[in-house]
């Protein structure tokens, strides 16, 4: 006999647009079907893709009726005929059958607008799964996430952690975790600076400064920290492009006043007073080899490049080994 306590709701209803919360609410749901029967499977559709004798099939009772869980996937573009399958199931649930019906919320046809009313008339367990876009929505976020994991996280670390990594939710449920087992789980602002430092204020310029200087170390970190913040490849392969061939054309005027220079260099005086800095180091030979460098990395991240990630990372090491070339 099944222990009542173990039994799953038989009706779940998602409700929102925010992915990552969808995403663990279809999850938590097979989760509790399982506890029941270890072997439910899941099966995952979108309504749209739908007929009413395949819905029919996926939720029919089976002979031994084995855990499933169907989950149905944009409901807000449900038909009346989906619909009117959806409700006339839900009178006679089939044993080991745990629907989810993921629904934005919206809808056009007067079926979609009236599926999640009926769906909490009928009992459903209701997950709210609303997009966070405010500030406070988010910092709530990052303190749950920290506490679900088992730590405390003060004001000032909740704002540093968001600084620092961004507003995507699974960054920021990664990085919270991730806090939490390298500081035994007491976290504050020096917590998330150290464990962070400078990830939030990396660009393709910041990976452009340390390639030219010819730190090859930080520069292979920032082009990392780059890739998995989402910069762009062509964004971050423009910038060293424009650090090369600056450094370049400064160096073949000459050695003067950046406010001077400006007129004929067609730049700004900070540009060139910041190029002057940078070509310290800098011999013909190993501009000429940059100067192929970034035209090679410019074709790569443009489609000519399997992986445009170890193109970015060859390419700035190759830069910072081209600055000891005379």
């Known amino acids: 006999m099944t222990d009542p306590a173990a039994t799953p709701a038989p009706l779940h209803l998602v409700l929102g647009e925010e992915e990552l919360l969808i995403e663990r609410a279809v999850r938590g749901a097979l989760s509790a079907a399982r506890m029941a029967d270890p072997s439910a499977d899941l099966t995952r559709v979108r309504v749209s893709e739908l007929t009413a004798p395949a819905l029919l099939e996926m939720v029919s009772p089976s002979l031994f009726a084995e855990g499933r869980v169907i989950a149905l996937e944009s409901a807000q573009d449900v ?42 008339k009928a009992g459903a367990e209701v997950v709210e799964c609303a997009k966070i876009t405010k500030p406070a ?15 405390k996280i003060d004001g000032a670390g909740v704002l540093a952690l968001i600084d620092a990594v961004g507003s995507d939710l699974r960054e920021l449920a990664s990085a919270s975790a991730q806090l939490v087992a390298d500081t035994g789980g007491r976290i504050d602002e020096e917590a998330v600076r150290r464990y962070h430092r400078g990830r939030a204020d990396v660009t393709g310029f910041a990976v452009a400064e340390k390639a030219v200087a010819g730190d090859r170390s930080a520069a292979l970190e920032s082009v990392r920290w ?10 971050v ?90």
Do not use: C
Request: no cysteine.
């Open 79 to 120: 038909s009346q005929e989906i619909a009117d399958v959806v409700l006339s199931y839900l009178k006679q649930p089939a044993d080991g059958v745990t629907l989810v019906v993921v629904h934005s919320g919206g809808g056009r046809s007067k079926a979609a607008k009236a599926l999640p009313p009926a769906l909490r």
């Open 137 to 151: 929505e988010r910092e709530a976020f990052v303190r749950n996430e920290v506490r679900q994991a088992g730590g």
């Open 226 to 235: 780059a890739m998995q913040i989402g910069v762009p490849h062509v964004l």
């Open 237 to 326: 392969a423009d910038a060293l492009a424009d650090a090369v061939r600056t450094i370049a054309r400064v160096t073949a005027a000459g050695r003067g006043n950046p406010n001077q220079m400006a007129g004929e260099l067609g730049m700004p005086p900070w540009k060139i007073r910041k190029a002057q800095g940078q070509s310290r180091g800098w011999g013909q030979d190993g501009l000429a080899d940059a100067m192929q460098i970034v035209a090679r990395l410019n074709a790569e991240v443009k489609g000519a490049a399997a992986n445009p990630d170890y193109a970015l990372e060859r390419a700035v090491l190759e830069l910072a080994a081209a600055k000891d070339k005379r």
